[in-house]
């Protein structure tokens, strides 16, 4: 779901293989690549009761589960540009892989709720790298007049990847075992790590003439962002401020404020170059691919939970029934493609916002609806979903100079990315408060529709998608800000 780095067009190399110009070969590892990683985002949000239940973890404990993985990749993206050019993109490629595999496996085996969100740190840290680095490969082995046209193939894993996560994770869940939801990844992505070895040209490495990373500014955004959220997180969950929640609170904040305070006087040479955000179209841009990250991954985790708990169905069939917005996804996605250029950013997200409402709105207001009635919703949600991003992205690179490419990339990926692990861990916190003794159905493995479904678990969904809901309709504002001038 990320952009490219135009940046790199300039170091165009002759492609492997290719079909009207696009590198075939380059094109099959990285979209695989991507979409591995990305699946690895949504795959466990089906098997989050099964979770709860085999480890004997909370609400707020499964979540963490995802958004130690968001966090994870989040800390990494920013590094990414710089060990490109320090050891080869190739090279970053193939071991980040690799690193991607051996978590996958760590947590197919993990035994506690502890020792699964440690290893999926170190899977997170693995696709951190995977998302860019690719990206980059397609650029650089791409014909400059064909590069939209690869963009667009990449595009449509990234935005499709993460709807159809909870349908395979429903799938393995029901009919094997939750555990292959990560031991299933790893024999693909060491595959691809060795496709990846013979099929991609060697690049050199810049070596000692890069400037050093930015060790300070890493060691400051990827502790504050995982003690930030895990503190609002705490709070949502309560209800109420504790000490110990105030001071997380104010250690998160406060590591964060020392980033900028750090990062701004640097510019590019900051782990983030927060000079972007002073253009008001960029500003609008990464603030909205934040809340889309809210929207997309908050959303996709308390979604399987509502059909597992308020609607009574098994993981299998919970996953299956997400289907209709992955589709919606690809669906738009192609439209946008042929024809999206003929209409204003502005009007084209602020319609994909206002069309993701209207696939909300029944889950909060119409909730006990029959099922296609709600597949028709998700339907809706997904077209305006990928509504929003494409034309988004497009917009906030527009007036970007190709040097400030990468920067720009990594910062808007790494809204993107806290913005999805901040709603995932808000939304869940917040709908484990509305279910109170109800939520240890997800630890006791009890399932809601079994004896019919109180009105508190209900109402405490309908509460959860009123918030998104809500955020959605929010950021209209920024949308309102885009350039409304034709891409």
């Known amino acids: 779901m990320s952009s490219a780095e135009p940046a790199d067009v300039t170091a165009v190399e002759a492609p492997l293989s290719s079909t009207g110009g696009l590198p075939v070969r380059v094109l099959a590892v990285v979209s695989v690549g991507h979409l591995l990683t990305v699946l690895a985002v949504t795959v466990v949000n089906t098997a989050t009761a099964t979770l709860g239940d085999t480890l004997h973890a909370s609400l707020l404990e499964v979540q963490w589960i995802v958004t130690a993985y968001l966090l994870a990749v989040t800390a990494t993206l920013p590094v990414s540009s710089w060990a490109s050019h320090r050891f ?9 892989l690799v690193a ?25 840290i693995g696709a951190g790298m995977v998302l860019p680095v690719g990206q980059t490969l397609v650029v650089r082995n791409s014909r400059p007049r064909h590069l939209a046209r690869a963009l667009s193939i990449v595009a449509l894993v990234n935005v499709t990847g993460p709807a159809l996560g909870p ?9 094997v075992s939750w555990r292959w939801i990560f031991l299933g990844l790893v024999v693909p992505a060491l595959a691809v790590a060795y496709a990846s070895a013979r099929a991609l040209p060697h690049d050199r490495p810049e070596g000692l003439d890069l400037p050093p990373l930015d060790v300070r500014g890493l060691l400051l955004l990827a502790p504050g962002a995982a003690v930030l959220t895990a503190a609002l997180a705490t709070i949502a969950a309560k209800g109420t401020i504790a000490l110990g929640d105030g001071v997380l609170l104010l250690v998160g904040t406060a590591l964060v404020a020392a980033f900028v305070a750090h990062a701004l006087p640097r510019g590019a040479a900051a782990l983030v170059d927060l000079e972007l955000m002073r253009g008001a179209a960029f500003r609008s841009g990464a603030i909205l691919a934040g809340i889309f990250g809210a929207l997309m991954f908050g959303a996709l985790f308390v979604l399987p939970l509502y059909w597992e708990l308020a609607r009574g169905y098994p993981p299998l069939h919970a996953g299956l029934l997400l289907l209709p917005q992955g589709v919606g996804a690809v669906v738009t996605l192609m439209a946008v493609s042929h024809r999206g250029e003929q209409i204003p950013t502005g009007l084209l997200v602020c319609g994909g916002l206002l069309v993701c409402a209207a696939g909300t709105a029944p889950f909060v207001f119409f909730a006990d609806s029959p099922t296609p009635v709600l597949e028709v919703a998700l339907l809706a949600r997904g077209l305006g979903l990928s509504g929003v991003l494409i034309p988004t992205l497009a917009a906030t690179y527009r007036d970007i100079p190709a040097s400030a490419m990468p920067s720009a990339s990594a910062l808007v990926n790494v809204a993107l990315r806290f913005g999805g692990s901040a709603g995932t861990a808000l939304l869940a916190a917040i709908l484990q408060q509305r279910l109170g003794p109800f939520a240890d159905w997800i630890q006791d493995g009890a399932p809601a529709g079994s004896g019919g479904v109180p009105s508190q678990v209900t109402d405490a969904f ?8 809500a955020v959605t309709l929010v950021a209209l504002v920024p949308a309102r800000r885009l350039a409304t001038r034709r891409r």
Do not use: D, E, H, K
Request: glycine share 14%; aromatic share 8%.
């Open 100 to 124: 991607f595999a051996v978590g996958s496996a760590l947590c197919g085996f993990a035994n506690s709720p502890l020792t699964l969100i440690a290893c999926r740190v170190l899977q997170g």
């Open 462 to 469: 309908a509460v959860t998608f009123a918030i998104t809901l």
């Open 167 to 175: 349908v395979i994770g429903g799938l393995l869940v029901g009919l």
């Open 88 to 96: 080869g993109a190739r090279r970053v490629w193939v071991a980040s």
